[in-house]
């Protein structure tokens, strides 16, 4: 049974080190991408995964689709556009000393953007599915996104396939919409609830103290899980990362032992935690191992250069009980 994950896939372009963007004369590229980066993951986690999204016709959109082949992430779903269509970029600065990551997105007129509800066959899509995924950034790109979006839900709903949403406020794509009334009913469809206290805050609308936020969540919306990650920025390449997880069987708050990571790369560290917490969850595991499996997937990723995250289950296990012993 697989996970089928939906969203953009997207060209990263980055500076080498420390470089700013507009004054280097070089650019990396990476394949990337919320949704993709959780599926690429979970595939590293030996859950099957299967990817759908909206490429264009042309070297780049072919390009996406072998770098996705490569990882073994299935793509028979995915769609693809003709007549101009793009395909997403953006620009990731790294940032250095007192300098800030800097993200610009250059996504507009998309190909993902313009897909409608009536380009995917959810009934199909979801027969040998046992997960959906899906994240905030995709109702940020359009009605026509957003609404294939919260169709894919309620078909896995009906269903009984599990549902997951990672908020994933991006603050530049909505342009000062108001994303609390779609991210609402989106909410409300999830069995599993993903976010750190800013997207709460910007998304849902909700704040508490302390751990209470995950179980407050919980009971508002009805989920089964809710995960609270939590990034400090000790220093310019120094990150310390944790997370909770309220289990609504159990009815408790656990936390995650807290890693201080040396940065590589911060891009993705949510995503591999997702793919983590889904292969726990997958696997029937506690609560408590669940987010120590989730914490130490995310911090793992945060030292590997690109979007995608490539631990193995025995690498993050090992992590694991390495933070258990000290």
């Keep these: 049974m697989t996970v089928l994950t939906f969203g953009e896939l997207l060209l990263r372009l980055s500076p080498p080190g420390e470089e700013r963007l507009l004054d280097s004369p070089v650019l990396h590229t990476f394949f990337g991408g919320a949704e993709a980066n959780v599926a690429v993951a979970l595939r590293h986690l030996g859950v099957p995964a299967s990817y759908i999204t909206r490429l264009p016709e042309g070297p780049l959109g072919d390009a996406g689709l072998d770098a996705l082949r490569r990882e073994d992430v299935v793509v028979d ?20 000393d007192l300098r800030a990551m800097r993200v610009v997105y250059d996504r507009a007129g998309s190909a993902f953007s313009q897909i409608t509800p009536a380009d995917v066959d959810w009934g199909a899509a979801l027969a040998h599915a ?25 078909a896995a709903c009906e269903r009984g396939v599990t549902v997951s949403l990672d908020l994933n406020y991006r603050e530049a794509l909505w342009r000062g919409r108001d994303p609390r009334p779609v991210l609402e009913r989106l909410a409300r469809q999830a069995n599993v609830l993903i976010g750190n206290r800013e997207a709460v805050r910007a998304m849902l609308g909700a704040e508490a103290s302390g751990d209470a936020l995950a179980s407050a969540l919980a009971d508002r919306f009805g989920c089964r899980a809710v995960a609270i990650t939590q990034r400090e920025i000790l220093g310019p390449r120094e990150h310390a990362w944790s997370a909770v997880l309220y289990d609504s069987r159990a009815g408790t708050v656990v936390r995650s032992y807290r890693h201080v990571v ?26 408590q191992d669940a987010v120590e499996f989730a914490a130490a997937a995310g911090a793992l990723k945060l030292g590997q250069a690109g979007d995608f995250g490539r631990s193995s289950t025995p690498e993050v296990s090992r992590l694991v009980e390495t933070a258990r012993c000290t």
């Design 77 to 96: 779903r995915v769609l693809r556009a003709g007549g101009g269509s793009r395909l997403g970029l953006y620009f990731v600065e790294p940032g250095a």
């Design 130 to 154: 046992k997960w959906l995924h899906g994240t905030g950034i995709t109702p940020a790109l359009g009605d026509g996104p957003a609404r294939a979006l919260s169709e894919g839900f309620a």
């Design 262 to 287: 040396q940065v590589v790369d911060r891009v993705g560290g949510g995503d591999s935690f997702t793919a983590g917490l889904i292969a726990a969850l997958l696997a029937d595991r506690s609560p």
